[in-house]
């Protein structure tokens, strides 16, 4: 069984309302996201509590990519 992660992704600067998405992968730093038609580039993450089963609950920082 494949694991999900329950991800919040919360934009930096409040450029985006950010969003809450199951991801079959764990987000890395450095990883570009897209949101909508936006791209944001992965600062921080955090795990918000142990894993349950197959699923992981993920908190994720985001801010544009820099040019």
Do not use: C, W
């Not at 494949?2 to 600067?13: D, F, L, M, P, Q």
Request: charged share 25%; hydrophobic share 40%; no cysteine.
């Amino acid at each position: 069984m494949t694991a999900i992660y329950k991800v919040s992704y919360v934009v930096r600067g409040g450029s985006h309302p950010g969003a809450i998405l199951n991801e079959e992968k764990r987000p890395e730093l450095g990883q570009r996201v897209k949101l909508g038609a936006q791209e944001f580039e992965v600062v921080e993450v955090v795990d918000l509590m142990p894993a349950r089963g197959d699923f992981s609950f993920l908190h994720v920082t985001l801010q544009p990519p820099k040019k």
